[in-house]
């Protein structure tokens, strides 16, 4: 499997400022997922970040607050906008190789970026 | 998806067998059990996923009962590296593999 590498891999952050995660690939995938992990929870699928299109966010998750880019098939960046302490979690990027079926193949994550907003 | 239920934890002794089970009563024909499992302060790893028989790998065997509404994850011999959450997942085909993940089973592997 390709490896994948996320920066920065940790951050503290003050409110009412934005922080841009960034997601690496070393080979092109299809697909790129980002998850949230808040405090001693399990994860939660905010996005898939679609190659040359807008990423699809789930219910809960939306552009103006968690903004994405997948300019190319190695790379994507999850953006938190105007933090609060809330959004103190463990981001993390995920991906699914190219040219396999969906269903039949898993997904390889990232070791987070871990934000804490003060 | 189905979704799934898990014990909350489980305590292991080194070298001995993990059983972990995972309920999945309303699972649909097409959808696959897929194993991670998440050590502290690193990203999930996947380990196995089946769908109707049973599967082994070089860390793991699924066995998946024959109706399908439940499976069981063995590590046939608990390492302490092997102390971690793991997470039994049901993806249907439909959803691009997207994976929901639920609280997983806290597993502690004790000398």
């Known amino acids: 499997s390709a490896v994948i590498s996320q920066k920065p891999s940790r951050d503290i952050c003050q409110r009412g400022t934005s922080l841009t995660i960034q997601c690496q690939v070393d080979?092109?995938?299809?697909?790129m997922f980002w998850y949230r992990q808040q405090p001693g929870q399990s994860l939660t699928l905010i996005a898939t970040?679609?190659?040359?299109?807008?990423?699809?966010?789930e219910s809960g998750f939306v552009i103006d607050k968690f903004p994405i880019s997948r300019p190319n098939l190695t790379f994507s960046t999850l953006t938190v906008s105007n933090m609060s302490p809330e959004d103190s979690s463990i981001y993390l990027c995920?991906?699914?190789?190219?040219?396999?079926?969906?269903?039949?193949?898993?997904?390889?994550f990232g070791n987070g970026t871990r934000l804490t907003v003060t | 998806d189905a979704k799934t239920t898990q014990p909350p934890s489980m305590d292991c002794a080194e070298g001995r067998a993990a059983n972990l089970p995972c309920n999945h009563s309303?699972?649909?024909?097409?959808?696959?059990v897929y194993w991670y499992r998440q050590i502290h302060s690193q990203g999930p790893q996947y380990i196995i996923h089946g769908l109707k028989n049973n599967e082994t790998n070089e860390m793991a065997s699924l066995i998946i009962t024959e109706d399908r509404k439940s499976s069981t994850l063995i590590l046939p011999h608990a390492t302490l590296r092997d102390t971690a959450v793991y997470y039994c997942?049901?993806?249907?085909?439909?959803?691009?593999?997207?994976?929901?993940f639920g609280a997983g089973t806290q597993v502690v592997v004790t000398p």
């Open positions: 309303t699972i649909s024909g097409n959808e696959y």
């Open positions: 080979s092109q995938v299809t697909m």
């Open positions: 995920a991906y699914r190789d190219s040219g396999s079926r969906g269903y039949n193949s898993p997904l390889h």
């Open positions: 997942i049901v993806v249907t085909t439909d959803s691009w593999g997207k994976l929901q």
């Open positions: 970040a679609n190659q040359g299109s807008e990423a699809t966010y």
